[in-house]
């Protein structure tokens, strides 16, 4: 089946990261500062697994090579960002898009990359009555300056392009300080300073110990009523666990509530299950840079993206309840791919509560479960009428199948 791949960064966006290296269109895979980028890219890469594997992060290579890192690693992440907001966005009651004025807060920014996403997703969606926004108000933090400098060059240059509505009043803030110290967030943002967005984007992994605790507390008493706390994390069975211990204590410590990915909040069905681990995969137009690098690496972000995230609110609603006309607890999560055998499809599904897996014989595909051969890893789902078995549950001809 065919994955939809128009997620794809601005041309404008795609220009500004090149012009960072000096590279000029038509780019040729032959030329030394292509070649030289890859081996850039590389030395990145081994970088973030060996700081993945607790390992401290050699802070003066990333500085170093910050410029590369633009260019190869924003886009693909920034880009996860978007069916997040999606998904986000189709919850009726939601008002964050339909605000006047809104603040937005990127936690270990780098070079601005969910900022940018941001701002991606806004003129990717710009439509006349899409957003009522009159103000936004940006800032950016991280413990870098050179994160920090090129941060701000890339989203001030953004911002003056004018692929925005020109009626909307920026401002912008950058400062410098790390999610792992409590004192940054004191003295950066006093008691009275909500957020209507905050983004925690690829930099869970720091937390630890006493460090976790003052970031919950940093969420809960920053971010406004009507706010969302977004967390993204690199989707890697590694860091898996680290975020689901995390999401634990969020529900439990504080008072936010889990919106997504879980479509009801319990104890995950996952947890000391070291097999299988929550992540979703979005499928997306590479730019010919990263393409090009990738055919030297071997690389293969053409392939898709993995990711896990987190949505945190101050509402009392999960992602299940913007299907009011469902049972919550019948609302599932597609949360593998669509597994194909000889005679039958099979797929895991999750409420937030259990993880069942399913199975339709492809004798028995009808009109009332044609859906099951159009599932998407992230569909939230229903079904009814199934059948029990030992091992999973069995979609027959009369049993309902559909796509929410």
């Given at each position: 089946?065919?994955?939809?791949?128009?997620?794809?960064?601005?041309s404008?966006?795609?220009?500004t990261?090149l012009?960072l290296?000096?590279?000029?269109?038509?780019?040729?895979?032959?030329?030394?500062k292509i070649k030289?980028?890859?081996?850039?890219?590389?030395?990145?890469s081994?970088?973030?697994i060996?700081s993945?594997?607790?390992?401290r992060?050699?802070?003066?290579?990333?500085?170093?090579l910050?410029?590369t890192?633009?260019?190869?690693?924003m886009?693909?992440?920034?880009?996860?960002?978007?069916?997040?907001?999606?998904?986000?966005?189709?919850d009726k009651d939601?008002?964050?898009?339909?605000k006047?004025?809104l603040?937005?807060?990127?936690l270990?920014?780098?070079?601005?990359?969910?900022t940018?996403g941001?701002?991606?997703?806004?003129s990717?969606?710009c439509?006349?009555?899409?957003?009522?926004?009159?103000?936004?108000k940006l800032t950016?933090?991280?413990?870098s300056?050179?994160?920090l400098?090129?941060?701000?060059?890339?989203?001030?240059e953004?911002?003056?392009h004018?692929l925005?509505?020109?009626n909307i009043?920026?401002k912008?803030?950058?400062?410098?300080?790390?999610i792992?110290?409590?004192?940054?967030?004191?003295a950066?943002?006093p008691k009275?300073?909500?957020?209507?967005?905050?983004?925690?984007?690829?930099?869970?992994?720091?937390?630890q110990?006493?460090?976790?605790?003052?970031?919950?507390?940093?969420?809960e008493n920053?971010?406004?009523p009507?706010?969302t706390a977004?967390?993204?994390?690199p989707g890697?069975k590694?860091s898996?666990?680290?975020?689901?211990?995390?999401?634990?204590?969020?529900l439990s410590?504080t008072?936010l509530?889990?919106y997504?990915p879980c479509?009801?909040?319990a104890a995950?069905?996952?947890t000391?299950?070291?097999?299988?681990?929550?992540?979703?995969?979005v499928?997306?137009?590479?730019?010919?840079?990263?393409?090009?690098?990738d055919r030297?690496?071997g690389?293969?972000k053409?392939k898709?993206?993995k990711?896990?995230?987190?949505?945190?609110?101050?509402k009392n609603i999960?992602l299940s309840?913007?299907?009011?006309?469902?049972?919550h607890?019948k609302?599932?999560r597609?949360?593998?791919y669509?597994?194909?055998?000889?005679?039958?499809?099979?797929v895991?599904v999750?409420s937030?509560?259990?993880?069942?897996?399913?199975r339709?014989?492809?004798k028995?595909?009808?009109g009332?479960?044609?859906?099951?051969?159009?599932?998407?890893r992230g569909?939230?789902?229903?079904?009814d009428?199934?059948?029990?078995r030992n091992?999973?549950?069995?979609?027959?001809?009369?049993?309902i199948?559909?796509i929410?």
């Amino acid at each position: 089946m065919k994955q939809d791949i128009s997620l794809k960064i601005s041309s404008f966006l795609e220009k500004t990261l090149l012009d960072l290296l000096g590279i000029n269109n038509p780019i040729s895979i032959k030329s030394k500062k292509i070649k030289s980028l890859a081996d850039e890219v590389r030395t990145l890469s081994d970088e973030y697994i060996f700081s993945n594997n607790n390992n401290r992060i050699n802070e003066s290579i990333i500085s170093r090579l910050i410029k590369t890192y633009a260019v190869y690693f924003m886009p693909s992440n920034l880009i996860k960002l978007h069916p997040i907001l999606d998904e986000i966005r189709r919850d009726k009651d939601c008002t964050l898009f339909k605000k006047k004025s809104l603040s937005l807060l990127d936690l270990g920014c780098g070079p601005g990359t969910f900022t940018v996403g941001f701002l991606e997703y806004l003129s990717k969606n710009c439509l006349p009555d899409s957003f009522d926004f009159e103000s936004v108000k940006l800032t950016c933090m991280d413990r870098s300056k050179e994160n920090l400098s090129l941060a701000q060059k890339i989203i001030n240059e953004y911002l003056n392009h004018g692929l925005l509505s020109k009626n909307i009043r920026w401002k912008t803030s950058f400062v410098k300080g790390t999610i792992t110290a409590s004192s940054s967030f004191e003295a950066l943002f006093p008691k009275n300073t909500l957020f209507d967005i905050i983004i925690a984007g690829n930099v869970i992994t720091e937390l630890q110990g006493k460090n976790i605790k003052p970031f919950m507390s940093f969420l809960e008493n920053h971010l406004s009523p009507d706010g969302t706390a977004v967390i993204i994390d690199p989707g890697t069975k590694a860091s898996s666990k680290h975020l689901l211990s995390l999401r634990n204590r969020i529900l439990s410590e504080t008072g936010l509530n889990l919106y997504s990915p879980c479509p009801n909040t319990a104890a995950c069905s996952l947890t000391d299950k070291g097999k299988n681990w929550c992540h979703e995969k979005v499928f997306w137009e590479p730019p010919d840079i990263i393409n090009m690098i990738d055919r030297i690496t071997g690389f293969s972000k053409e392939k898709g993206l993995k990711y896990s995230y987190l949505v945190f609110n101050k509402k009392n609603i999960c992602l299940s309840g913007i299907f009011p006309e469902i049972p919550h607890e019948k609302v599932f999560r597609v949360v593998s791919y669509l597994i194909k055998n000889k005679g039958e499809e099979r797929v895991y599904v999750c409420s937030g509560r259990k993880r069942l897996l399913l199975r339709r014989l492809n004798k028995n595909c009808s009109g009332k479960n044609i859906d099951f051969g159009n599932i998407l890893r992230g569909n939230c789902v229903f079904f009814d009428n199934f059948q029990t078995r030992n091992d999973f549950l069995e979609i027959t001809r009369e049993s309902i199948f559909k796509i929410l």
